[in-house]
């Protein structure tokens, strides 16, 4: 049990790293945003800002478990929080989707993934499974058509976001699993070391935005 | 840059060119010169960097696979 703790302890702080990237994402979508008014900054920002809010609420719910900082939450409270961060984290895919969808105007893919949705989310007997399933199926669907646009465009900074989504959606679906088989502990840190990998690598791409680069005076 | 110069380029209608052109003045990123009755226009030092920006940030959908 001890060694679970640990590694409870390891995947809460990982979390934060997760936070910090997903909020960096959404301040440059959101500086974008200011600059440009575009619609699919609003939405990569709007995706980012909820993915970012689901990390850290269960960043400090996990941390909140294991050392017990903030004032006794009842079971209930705890429960409800569980699903808002899941229910913000499942948004944020699902904005990230939507911003393709969108583009492609629900093209064949959108519609044969629709068409599968019931049979997976009929297996769901809780709603933070359903919800993982959501994200899960968001986050493909974010991946074909990031890994489309790199076939069509070949820019590296594309593939390498393309990466990002698919560890992000395989985290996602060994969060699935971790719900499924809660005694194997193992698989919530490597859920984590997963999705974190795939964050750092999202990072990579946005970081010289981050960082500065070109600024309009104000916004238009 | 006068204005039947910016109507060949953009092929568009006089109306919606000098709508846009209102457009752009009023927010600075273009200067409109008036010389001897005629109209000319050119991108301001805020358009230019509007420009640079817009770009940037076009770059930016791109990676994820969106367009701006």
């Known amino acids: 049990m001890a060694g679970g703790v640990d590694v409870s302890l ?40 909820f993915l970012g809010v689901g990390f850290m609420v269960q960043a400090v719910l996990g941390l909140e478990g294991v050392l017990s900082v903030l004032p006794a939450l009842t079971t209930t409270v705890i429960a409800g929080l569980v699903v808002a961060s899941a229910l ?24 044969v993934a629709l068409l599968l949705f019931p049979v997976f989310t009929l297996s769901a007997a809780q709603t933070t499974d359903a919800l993982s399933i959501l ?57 984590i070391i997963i999705k974190e990998v795939g964050l750092m690598i999202l990072f990579i791409p946005v970081l010289s935005y981050a960082l500065g680069g070109a600024k309009a005076n104000g916004p238009i | ?44 030092e805020r358009g230019l960097q509007f420009l640079a920006a817009y770009q940037q940030f076009e770059d930016f959908a791109q990676s994820f696979g969106l367009r701006l």
Request: glycine share 6%.
């Open chain 1, 10 to 49: 390891i995947a809460d702080v990982l979390q934060f790293i997760g936070v910090f990237v997903s909020f960096s994402i959404a301040y440059v979508a959101f500086r974008g945003l200011r600059q440009t008014r575009s619609p699919a900054m609003l939405r990569l920002a709007t995706a980012f800002l």
């Open chain 1, 88 to 111: 913000m984290e499942t948004a944020g895919y699902f904005f990230l989707a939507f911003s393709h969808a969108l583009d492609v105007m629900f093209s064949k893919r959108l519609q």
């Open chain 1, 135 to 191: 994200s899960f199926y968001f986050i493909l669907y974010g991946v074909v058509e990031t890994f489309t646009a790199y076939a069509r465009t070949r820019k590296p900074d594309t593939l390498l976001i393309a990466l990002g989504l698919a560890l992000l959606g395989s985290g996602t679906f060994v969060a699935w699993l971790s719900l499924m088989y809660p005694v194997v502990y193992v698989l919530s840190l490597v859920q």
């Open chain 2, 1 to 44: 840059m006068r204005i039947t110069t910016l109507l060949r380029r953009g092929n568009m209608s006089y109306s919606r060119m000098s709508k846009l052109l209102t457009e752009l003045v009023g927010s600075g990123l273009l200067l409109e010169l008036n010389q001897e009755k005629i109209s000319r226009y050119m991108i301001s």
